[in-house]
């Protein structure tokens, strides 16, 4: 099996950072993907950023230049850098990885979730 564990949610204040991490364990073969996914009350969980094997990345427009996510593939762990946080951003963030057990075998794994609460 394959575990995500998620640390750094908290409180914090708007313009401020936060750094939140998560790492992959158990049978792993390679990761092809990792990315953070954010959900507020009321609102449909949207993709925050993703990060390829590679290191190409996506964020949704409301992040850029505010969030950077980068991965350690030794480490198959995926971190994400929010600075300058609005009360937007409030939120659960959940950690998401395409994890490939073989070359040919893989699984979608979600982390618990991580509450990233912004005050004004």
């Known amino acids: 099996q394959v575990q995500l564990v998620e640390s750094g949610g908290g409180l914090v204040q708007a313009g401020g950072s936060l750094r939140l991490s998560c790492a992959a364990s158990?049978?792993?073969?390679?990761?092809?993907?990792m990315g953070w996914y954010r959900q507020a009350p009321g609102k449909e969980r949207e993709m925050v950023a993703v990060?390829?094997?590679?290191?190409?990345?996506n964020y949704t427009d409301s992040v850029k230049g505010r969030f950077t996510i980068s991965r350690d593939n030794a480490k198959n762990t995926v971190f994400l850098q929010m600075t300058s946080l609005k009360p937007e951003d409030t939120a659960t963030y959940y950690c998401?990885?395409?994890?490939?057990?073989?070359?040919?075998?893989?699984?979608?794994?979600w982390g618990q979730g991580t509450l990233v609460t912004v005050s004004s």
């Open positions: 990060i390829t094997m590679g290191g190409s990345t």
């Open positions: 998401n990885a395409l994890v490939h057990k073989t070359a040919f075998s893989f699984v979608e794994v």
């Open positions: 158990g049978n792993i073969f390679s990761i092809r993907h």
